[in-house]
């Protein structure tokens, strides 16, 4: 019982802190931009290791100003900029390694599908479109398919990313599920339909019961 409360606050907290990042008003993210920990570094690596990433050099910031993770291009090179104390939330939530790599692997999939976007030198807020944010899905789904076999790794760390940045509708939620789903399928990843019906089971009641806060 103690455990079950314990896991519930700790879904709060991620909510609430990552609810006071999100709602700031759109900042120049770079400006507030700092040196990312050894950890995170080792862990991008890991990321684009898993992803089989060829493309050009991609460096990595820390800014807490960043709800969970951007991606954008600064003087003609490409960032991740990623917040720390949304990280460190995943460790404390229990979430594992695997939801710092999937925050990562969705701005990756930002960065490849919408470079054009997000290059504006005075603000690097990229507003995405929903034909942009699902492929960004379905690469972070392809992405965790090569990091991890375990299928209830990734519906945990697609948990983690809904409470902590939120989907403007049903609708969309089904959309972000279908294509993580397929991202997964693509990577290798057993039994993506079976994803798929885990992830409706477990993402959908509980973003809904949190609906009021966003």
């Not at 054009?116 to 690469?139: F, L, M, W």
């Not at 697609?158 to 989907?167: C, E, H, I, K, V």
């Amino acid at each position: 019982m103690l455990m079950a409360l314990a896991a519930v606050l700790a879904v709060a907290v991620v909510v609430l802190v990552v609810m006071t990042v999100t709602r700031k008003p759109d900042i120049d993210y770079f400006a507030t931009a700092a040196e990312p920990s050894q950890t995170m570094g080792m862990l991008l690596t890991r990321t684009l290791a898993a992803a089989g990433y060829q493309g050009d050099k991609i460096e990595l910031k820390s800014s807490l100003y960043v709800p969970g993770a951007v991606a954008m291009i600064h003087d003609g090179k490409n960032y991740i900029l990623y917040n720390p104390r949304t990280m460190a939330l995943a460790d404390r939530a229990g979430f594992k390694t695997v939801a710092q790599v999937a925050i990562l692997a969705r701005a990756i999939g930002h960065l490849l599908n919408c470079a054009d976007s997000i290059s504006s030198p005075s603000a690097a807020v990229r507003h995405s479109t929903q034909a942009v944010d699902a492929k960004a899905d379905e690469y972070c789904g392809y992405v965790l398919a090569r990091f991890t076999p375990e299928m209830n790794d990734c519906v945990e760390a697609q948990r983690f990313m809904l409470l902590a940045t939120g989907t403007p509708d049903g609708t969309d939620l089904r959309q972000r599920i279908d294509a993580v789903a397929d991202g997964w399928g693509n990577g290798g990843g057993d039994n993506p339909r079976e994803l798929k019906r885990r992830l409706e089971t477990r993402l959908i009641p509980e973003l809904q019961s949190f609906g009021s806060w966003w």
